[in-house]
């Protein structure tokens, strides 16, 4: 069976490879991790759309329907601090993303 290639475009901006998808996720997230902000740190601007758009792209149906991201939150997971991220919605609901899997 031969192998497809691997091919993803968000916002406009390709990537060829799983590799390259979560390198730019790693950049964006790294941008939020200024200790001094404290480790909350919301994800504004073209890095919010981003993570937005690559969560509707590889799994559709983790946004609820009916709702909208309030805000996304560089944030830590059971006291690790490494990239971890929370999706805030509209409804007050809110969810840990696991985007490393979403790029794969």
Known sequence: MAKTKYACEILGESYPTASALRSRC??????????????????VGEDHNF????????????IPTGTYVRRIVRCCRDGQ???????????????????SKLCG
Do not use: C
């Open 26 to 43: 790693r950049e964006i997230i790294d941008r939020y991790t200024d200790p001094k902000n404290g480790l909350e740190q919301e994800v």
């Open 51 to 62: 993570l937005v758009e690559l969560v509707r792209l590889r799994d559709a149906g983790r």
């Open 81 to 99: 601090v490494g990239r971890h991220i929370r999706f805030e919605y509209g409804d007050g609901t809110s969810d840990m993303i696991g985007w």
